[in-house]
T-cell receptor, first 113, second 109 residues
């Protein structure tokens, strides 16, 4: 599935840096998701957006700040991260409210030093 | 709450069949999914089954659903080295998809 793209693919940042992850879907989907995947934990849902509105924040620390300017774009703004935030961050999109399957991007491998 | 469990690892020889198992707790699940993740990549949707079905076949893939026991399985026939990956099952509950921890399939030549 090449309809969901994520940039950058790899990111190394210090704990005092500010960076942003970008996700773009070209599938005409209305819902978008951020997940965190680390070696020790399965896929952790972070945020859900439906029609540009945030509908779920899964108790994510405020150092992660999502932004959804339109149904095709999703950002994750990062600031003052911790080394334990190092993980693969996956973006996904979903077609409509009546279908549940999600389509994933390739992920951004984040390393916090 | 919603919970999905899978065994962590499966090793098979090339040409054999692989069976990856999954159990879930949410009886209201409408759809159940299988995703594949290759190294360094995102999750690829492989197949899904609607909760009122008990079997679905798609080429080398067969999905079996035992709704009474809340048990889902994915059978891969004639497993190839290219099938080596992590396989996630997921159930569509009230919130969003709930994923299992993934089963790493290793195919030995």
């Amino acid at each position: 599935e090449t309809g969901v793209t994520q940039t950058p693919r790899h990111l190394v940042m210090g704990m005092t840096n500010k960076k942003s992850l970008k996700c773009e879907q070209h599938l005409g989907h209305n819902a978008m998701y951020w997940y965190k995947q680390s070696a020790k934990k399965p896929l952790e849902l972070m945020f859900v957006y439906n029609f540009k509105e945030q509908t779920e924040n899964n108790s994510v620390p405020s150092r992660f700040s999502p932004e959804c300017p339109n149904s095709s774009h999703l950002f994750l703004h990062l600031h003052t991260l911790q080394p334990e935030d190092s993980a693969l961050y996956l973006c996904a999109s979903r077609p409509t409210d009546t279908s549940y399957e999600q389509y994933f991007g390739p992920g951004t491998r984040l390393t916090v030093t | 709450g919603e919970d999905v469990e899978q065994s962590l690892f499966l090793s098979v020889r090339e040409g054999d069949s692989s069976v990856i198992n999954c159990t879930y707790t949410d009886s209201s699940s409408t759809y159940l999914y299988w995703y594949k993740q290759e190294p360094g990549a995102g999750l690829q949707l492989l197949t899904y089954i609607f909760s009122n079905m008990d079997m679905k076949q798609d080429q080398r893939l067969t999905v079996l659903l035992n709704k009474k026991d809340k048990h889902l399985s994915l059978r891969i026939a004639d497993t190839q080295t290219g099938d080596s990956a992590i396989y996630f099952c997921a159930e569509a509950g009230r919130r969003a998809l709930t994923f299992g921890s993934g089963t790493r399939l290793q195919v030995q030549p």
